[in-house]
């Protein structure tokens, strides 16, 4: 990275947790380098549980909690909630207007989202292969959609423009989880702190953290270190 390159990144995910699982690292590693890292996540997390005794509200309460603390383990700055429901995000210019809002109000150097482009994602058959979750796919499109080219675009939602929130260009988008990445993080110095982070979403992990520790485990290459990858994109007008 340039002493001149960017220094404020909007993470923009589907539910509490997903940003530690996919860029955490990043997030400890460039935190340290000077930049400061923003959340939006689109969901209320109300889904992330298989016990039907824990009432929505608090679960709902519960993650964004988790959220806030993951966030702080790895010197993020702040973290917004849109609230829509959990399984059921869907494209809509409300959602589309939600995140340019953010883009604009933020002015990110560098936004983080979903690669969306696939169903299934990883190798087929029995070795490996997994859904890419409906909401994740959603998130990422709109993100895209959101840098790309509406919030640089004045007559689109002209009534931002008297918000105050005039056109931004995004300079680089990153995506996470993406079939053909072309751009590692090593995050070798901050693993720890990816595992605390992940730790927080205690909900998430009821039989305990430590089976995270397999997950962060398959991106450590011959040479013990371990890296976060990402398809990027920077835009040069
Ligand atoms: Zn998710």
Same mark, same amino acid.
């Given at each position: 990275m340039q002493e001149t390159g960017p220094k404020r990144a909007l993470i923009v995910t589907a539910h509490p947790d997903d940003s530690e699982f996919s860029c955490a690292g990043t997030v400890a590693q460039w935190?340290?380098?000077?930049?400061?890292?923003?959340?939006?996540?689109?969901?209320?997390?109300?889904?992330?549980?298989?016990?039907?005794s824990i009432p929505r509200e608090e679960l709902v309460a519960t993650r964004r909690r988790e959220q806030r603390e993951a966030a702080s383990v790895l010197g993020g700055?702040?973290?917004?909630?849109? *609230?829509?429901?959990?399984?059921?995000?869907?494209?809509?210019p409300d959602l589309l207007k939600n995140i340019v809002t953010h883009i604009?109000?933020?002015?990110?150097?560098?936004?983080?989202?979903?690669?969306?482009?696939?169903?299934?994602r990883g190798p087929r058959g029995d070795n490996g292969g997994f859904v890419?979750?409906?909401?994740?796919?959603?998130? =990422?499109?709109?993100?895209?959609?959101?840098?790309?080219?509406?919030a640089r *675009?004045?007559?689109?939602?002209?009534?931002?423009?008297?918000?105050?929130?005039d056109q931004f260009k995004v300079k680089e988008l990153y995506l996470f989880g993406a079939s053909d990445p072309n751009f590692e993080v090593d995050i070798t110095e901050v693993e720890?702190?990816?595992?605390?982070?992940?730790?927080?979403?205690?909900?998430?992990?009821?039989?305990?953290?430590?089976?995270?520790? =397999?997950?962060?485990?398959?991106?450590r290459d011959e040479?013990?270190?371990?890296?976060?990858?990402?398809l990027r994109i920077e835009f040069r007008f």
């Open positions: 935190s340290r380098e000077g930049w400061e890292f923003h959340y939006l996540i689109c969901t209320d997390g109300s889904k992330g549980t298989e016990d039907m700055k702040e973290v917004f909630f849109l *609230n829509y429901e959990d399984g059921t995000l869907t494209y809509t604009r109000r933020i002015q990110p150097d560098a936004v983080f989202t979903h690669w969306p482009d696939q169903i299934l890419n979750h409906p909401d994740h796919r959603c998130a =990422g499109t709109v993100t895209i959609d959101a840098v790309y080219p509406v *675009n004045r007559p689109s939602f002209p009534e931002l423009l008297d918000e105050g929130l720890e702190l990816k595992f605390q982070a992940l730790a927080s979403h205690r909900s998430q992990f009821p039989e305990g953290p430590e089976r995270l520790r =397999g997950f962060t485990e398959r991106s040479n013990g270190h371990l890296f976060e990858k990402f």
